[in-house]
């Protein structure tokens, strides 16, 4: 059943990563195949975040390895720069551009990448706009939005790229519990249409509606990953069922 790093979207071996004596990643091996979604879940300072920031190379592991469709993640400078595109991220903070409009904001980087002329990336991003639920906001600045219009246009600003992977760092915890769900709406219809995704959530039911696999994290290692019926209905470790017995009686 295992299939070789090459044919595997994300493959991640041995990774370890310290923050002083902290063991952020401790050993982490994972796969994310070629249209899987997999939530990354587990507690607070678990690893979960240094793991999707460590995959998009925003964060150098220490030991071990980060395959991208079987390609080494590459040193800071031009090849970093050009696998980065190929994966998206989406992060807690919306980390928009305050002083540019929506408009502004998606068309930036392609048109500073000359992946698109100006014209193609407006099409491309009113087209993006209206995928995710925001093309009347296309004018205003992000401060004008509501939180969850924020993170959708955040979304719609990743895809500009055509990235092949998404990871999304705990994406709906700065918003009002409201505005959750038109989050994860949007993240439904990517899942759906096939894009690979890694989503490190809160969000029990999305993680057990939405994702083909569970990954839970603890003191920063793997320490299940199955699917989400058997994660949530019969996990295998003390951890996890203690994890699960606080998040789902909340």
Excluded: W
């Excluded at 059943?1 to 002083?20: C, I, L, N, W």
């Excluded at 992060?91 to 500073?112: G, K």
């Excluded at 600003?157 to 009002?176: C, G, H, N, Q, V």
């Excluded at 939405?210 to 299940?224: H, L």
């Amino acid at each position: 059943m295992d299939q070789p790093a090459e044919a595997q979207a994300v493959s991640v071996r041995g990774a370890g990563k310290r923050f002083g004596h902290v063991a952020a990643l401790d050993d982490v091996s994972l796969d994310v195949a070629p249209g899987e979604v997999v939530a990354v879940v587990g507690p607070s300072g678990s690893g979960k975040s240094t793991l999707c920031r460590s995959i998009n190379g925003l964060e150098r592991i220490d030991t071990g390895t980060v395959l991208i469709h079987g390609q080494p993640l590459a040193s800071p400078g031009p090849r970093l720069q050009a696998m980065r595109r190929e994966v998206g991220m989406v992060f807690q903070q919306f980390n928009l551009f305050q002083h540019l409009t929506v408009m502004q904001n998606l068309t930036l980087a392609p048109v500073r990448s000359r992946q698109l002329s100006a014209g193609d990336a407006q099409d491309r991003a009113a087209a993006l706009l209206a995928r995710v639920g925001v093309e009347a906001q296309q004018s205003k600045y992000p401060a004008q939005l509501s939180g969850g219009q924020q993170q959708r246009v955040a979304i719609a600003r990743a895809l500009m790229m055509s990235p092949k992977i998404m990871l999304f760092d705990e994406p709906t915890s700065a918003l009002d519990p409201e505005m959750v769900n038109e989050v994860l709406e949007v993240m439904r219809d990517l899942a759906e249409q096939g894009m690979t995704m890694m989503v490190v959530t809160h969000e029990m039911g999305f993680a057990r509606s939405a994702a083909d696999s569970v990954v839970f994290m603890d003191s920063g290692r793997v320490v299940e990953h199955a699917a989400p019926s058997d994660f949530f209905d019969n996990p295998q470790t003390t951890r996890a069922r203690d994890f699960l017995g606080k998040v789902l009686h909340h």
